[in-house]
């Protein structure tokens, strides 16, 4: 069964750092991987989507990888901003396209 | 305009008792989802309906019945609830395979 971890579990930052949040996952068979922010008390947001073909996607400050065959994505964040500041979670569907698996998640902080 | 909404957005009842949530998305999407995050804030897929026919089905308890009247509705039914119960409830809904739009949670406690 395909299992996804984040770490780390948390991360303090002072504004204007560059950081990177990984994530891990055993099975390589997926058919994509997705990134997410979560507010305090909201639904999650869709940050960036990689195909399972694809290495990477950015979208503004921020830039996603994925490397399919050590299991492992990166989500870096250029130079950081305390609206930064959530949960950042990564999730990958299987290559069935059927099921759909969630990290632990990484919580940010950025320091003004 | 919201895209994806869920009713209620609070929801506190006693054990025992059968709710509903309804879920509704606006964005002319073909799948919708039911996920469950716990208090260590895990989020687990619960069901996925695409084109209104169940594609996953996860270990849930049978007291969960999804329900899809239409492409743009999904809603849970849980009976006999149970403390356990007590988590935020997110629907989400996709073209199939592409990116997931999240409601904003339902907060289901259980007394």
């Known amino acids: 069964k395909q299992e996804v971890t984040q770490i780390p579990a948390a991360l303090s930052v002072p504004e204007g750092e560059n950081l990177v949040l990984n994530c891990s996952f055993t099975?390589?068979?997926?058919?994509?991987l997705q990134w997410f922010r979560q507010d305090p008390g909201k639904g999650l947001t869709s940050l960036l989507l990689i195909q399972s073909s694809q290495r990477e996607q950015t979208s503004g400050r921020l830039n996603a990888s994925l490397d399919k065959s050590s299991g492992r994505s990166t989500l870096y964040i250029a130079a950081s901003q305390p609206g930064d500041s959530a949960t950042y979670l990564c999730a990958v569907r299987a290559d069935t396209g059927n099921q759909f698996y969630f990290g632990t998640g990484t919580s940010l902080t950025v320091i003004p | 305009d919201t895209a994806v909404s869920q009713t209620p957005k609070y929801l506190v009842t006693q054990m025992g008792n059968d709710k509903s949530i309804k879920c509704e998305q606006n964005l002319g999407h073909d799948t919708m989802y039911w996920y469950k995050q716990d208090s260590k804030k895990f989020l687990k897929i619960m069901f996925s309906?695409?084109?209104?026919?169940?594609?996953i089905n996860e270990t849930v308890p049978n007291r969960f019945s999804p329900k899809s009247p239409d492409k743009a509705h999904l809603n849970l039914h849980i009976n006999s609830l149970e403390l356990g119960d007590s988590a935020v409830y997110f629907c989400?809904?996709?073209?199939?395979?592409?990116?997931?739009?999240f409601g904003p949670g339902t907060r289901l406690l259980v007394l």
């Open positions: 309906y695409n084109n209104k026919e169940l594609i």
């Open positions: 099975d390589s068979a997926i058919y994509n």
């Open positions: 989400a809904s996709s073209k199939y395979l592409a990116t997931q739009y």
